[in-house]
């Protein structure tokens, strides 16, 4: 087990280093400390050092600390909190430890639960279905249009900042969608983690 986890916390410090999506002005200095941490196997001392730091290299160390309860309680909902703090729609890579904290399938039961990341996620993934041929010959490229507007609106709603681009690219290309919700959202339920609050 020990071995298991300093292979992963290594694995993720590395990932994180060296993808540039996230930014390596705030961490330069306590990287290095981190990975001798982690190597000698403290993870407390590592997820500590972690602590002083709220730059997104920091903050994603410190969740996967959280997911796998390396040197700290497991706590996956604080997890998910942060990860999904994190997210965009741009970054390939955003949904895999959130997949991971829910079983393959975050963004479809994250947005029952009332995540704005997750209702944006699952709107982004209905907007770009239309662009499959079948749909187009079959007539359910407006469906699956409307779909992805209720999500985005929703989204917009439960307070994701991204969510107005995506309606707009929408709306030019479906000028025609209606305002009125297609279905129904359920009250956010517990299911893994509580109800967002946004």
């Not at 981190?34 to 050092?49: I, K, Q």
């Not at 982004?124 to 010959?137: A, D, H, R, S, T």
Request: glycine content about 6%.
């Amino acid at each position: 087990m020990l071995l298991s986890r300093t292979i992963w916390i290594g694995i993720f410090a590395l990932y994180f280093a060296t993808y540039p999506v996230f930014s390596k002005e705030n961490h330069d200095e306590s990287a290095p400390d981190y990975m001798a941490l982690t190597a000698a196997g403290d993870y407390s001392a590592a997820f500590r050092s972690l602590l002083q730091e709220d730059d997104s290299f920091s903050l994603s160390l410190r969740a996967y600390h959280l997911l796998i309860g390396a040197g700290v309680e497991r706590d996956i909902c604080a997890a998910v909190e942060i990860f999904e703090r994190l997210y965009t729609p741009k970054n390939p890579f955003g949904q895999g430890p959130l997949n991971y904290a829910y079983r393959g399938n975050w963004a479809a039961i994250a947005s029952l639960e009332g995540s704005a990341a997750a209702t944006l996620a699952v709107g982004v993934y209905y907007m770009q279905i239309p662009e499959l041929g079948p749909l187009k010959l079959f007539g359910g490229e407006q469906y699956t249009a409307r779909l992805a507007h209720d999500y985005l609106r929703r989204a917009k709603e439960l307070g994701s900042i991204y969510a107005d681009t995506y309606i707009s690219a929408l709306q030019i290309k479906y000028p025609d969608l209606s305002q009125e919700y297609l279905m129904e959202f359920p009250i956010p339920s517990k299911i893994i983690c509580l109800p967002r609050s946004n």
